[in-house]
Every structure is written in C-alpha cells, then in structure tokens.
C-alpha cells in the first residue's frame, strides 16, 4: 500500500508541474514576462527541463527583463545536459554569435556603405574653369559632364534598388542576430542609407551648379564674340 501511494504522489507531482508550465507558458503567450519569470525560475530550480528551455530563452531575448547572455548559457546548458535539443542548438547558435561577434557589431554599428561605391560606380565630380573660348574645350568639357551625368546616374539607381540597406547582411549573419540586434541594425543601416542619399544629392547638385557657371559664361562669351565677327566692318581692300 505504501508503494502505491508512493506512485501516486509522483503521478499527482508530475501533474501539478505540467499544470504549472501550462500557466507558465500562457503567461509569456500573453507577455506577461515578470509572471512568467517567475514561474518558469521556480519550475527551473525543480529541475523540469522544458522550464530551463524556456528560461534561457527569456535571458537571451531580453524577455527577463535584460540581455544577460551568462544566465542564458547556464540554463541552455542544465537543458541541454538532459538532452533537450532546442537548448543544445541555442548553445550552438551562442557559440556560432561569440564567433562571429565582429561581424554582428559592423552591421548594427560600423557599416558605412563603402561597398556601394564599386568601380562601376565611382563618379569623380569634373572642374570646370570659368569659361571656356575654343571649339575643342567646349567639347571637352561638354562631354566630362555627359560621362559624370551618366555615372552618377547609374549610381542612383544602383543606390535606390539597394534600399532598405539591411538586404545587404549576409543570411549567415541575419540569423544570428536576436530581435533587438535586428532592430539596431536595421536602424542604423536605415541612417546610413540617409547619409548617403543626401551626399548624393548634394554631390550632384554642385557639379550642376559648376557646370550651369560654365555653361553660362561660355555661351555668353561665344555670343558676344560671334556678335563682335558679325558685326565686324569688312576688311579694306587697300589693305591688301
């Protein structure tokens, strides 16, 4: 008789515990993380290994309050010594992030979108002198200008069919970001994209502005000097 009612304490204690992770579940469904903290804390400390799933979990994401990636290590390691195969890929996937840490830093900090300057895409800003007099010079300047227009055109396009920025991090590393890492970074990458936009398009609006100078003291001199040859008296013939 004492065996049986053995039995069925452990029975009736199993139940309690999975009628506690039940509410403990339902409680973080709902994001009432502080209460679920707690129960999942309690649970943990028995020893149930879905609790101590879960609970590394909460410390990972942020759910317990903070980041605090020791504490999420510890309990992925209690579940993970029992076999619990989420808790052994986490520990996997935290091996995988402390690898790779500089690389998640330059996406959620330091990118600054160097890259999107290839070869194809550098446009030097041409010089204009003040005024050109000559045939070949106002070709030639005419013609920086085309290759400049037509490279910074290129460039723009390139630039909008990059956006948003974060397409740009590697698959490899988006998976190892958490939720609020994403965020930073997209964040960040979402300024960047900003910053050059607008450089962009002053760059461009003064090499406009240069050129429309040029352009405009150029034709100004051309018109006054076919005025001058137009209008010059014609040549003595004693003077030949």
């Not at 069925?8 to 199993?14: Q, T």
């Not at 309690?42 to 879960?54: P, T, Y």
């Not at 723009?156 to 698959?171: A, G, T």
């Not at 100004?220 to 001058?228: G, K, L, R």
Request: a negative charge.
């Amino acid at each position: 008789m004492k065996t049986l009612l053995f039995c069925a304490a452990l029975l009736c204690s199993g139940a309690v515990l999975a009628d506690e992770l039940a509410d403990a579940d339902a409680l973080f469904a709902k994001k009432a993380y502080p209460e679920a903290l707690q129960k999942y804390t309690k649970l943990a400390n028995a020893g149930n290994v879905m609790a101590q799933q879960h609970l590394g979990e909460m410390y990972f994401y942020g759910e317990a309050g903070k980041v605090d990636m020791d504490k999420a290590a510890e309990w992925f390691g209690k579940a993970a010594a029992k076999g619990n195969t989420v808790a052994i890929a986490s520990l996997d996937l935290m091996k995988q992030r402390q690898a790779r840490r500089a690389d998640l830093d330059y996406w959620m900090s330091k990118y600054d979108g160097s890259d999107l300057r290839t070869p194809e895409y550098r446009c030097p800003a041409p010089r204009f002198p003040a005024m050109s007099k000559v045939n070949e010079d106002i070709d030639r300047y005419s013609d920086k200008m085309k290759d400049w227009q037509a490279c910074h055109n290129r460039f723009v396009k390139h630039l909008n069919e990059s956006m948003p920025l974060s397409k740009r991090i590697p698959d490899d590393i988006a998976k190892l970001l958490t939720e609020e890492e994403m965020k930073r970074a997209t964040a960040h990458l979402a300024e960047v994209g900003e910053r050059i936009s607008e450089d962009t398009q002053v760059s461009g609006k003064m090499v406009v502005a240069d050129f429309t100078a040029w352009r405009t003291a150029t034709e100004a001199y051309v018109s006054e000097h076919n005025d001058m040859v137009k209008n010059a008296p014609p040549p003595d013939p004693k003077e030949k």
